[in-house]
């Protein structure tokens, strides 16, 4: 995801870890949803957070908080009701 292709880490998330059965970690969420964030993609990226978050064993921690704010910092428009939404949760 770092590396600029989103849509190829998504598949490995979708298809080689979750369609073999295996849990994705909060860093593989994380990397997804940071490099979303850095495109100020924040529909993408609330996606994601969404996702993980209905994994009972994942909680998201601080990084996740702050790359979903990054998101909302660098859409356009600018989206401060989401901001505040995820900063109050």
């Given amino acids: ?15 080689e870890i979750l ?3 295996l849990q994705p970690d909060e860093r593989s969420y994380g990397a997804l949803i940071n490099g979303h964030a850095e495109k100020g993609d924040l529909e993408e990226a609330l996606r ?11 909680t998201p921690s601080v990084i ?8 909302c910092a660098r ?9 505040e939404a995820i900063f109050c949760e």
């Fill in 1 to 15: 995801a770092k590396a600029g292709n989103l849509e190829a880490a998504e598949a490995v998330l979708q298809g």
């Fill in 19 to 21: 369609g073999a059965g």
């Fill in 64 to 71: 996740q908080y702050n790359q979903l704010l990054k998101a």
């Fill in 75 to 83: 859409s356009r428009p600018l989206r401060t009701q989401e901001a």
């Fill in 48 to 58: 994601l957070f969404r996702e993980m978050c209905r994994v009972p064993e994942l």
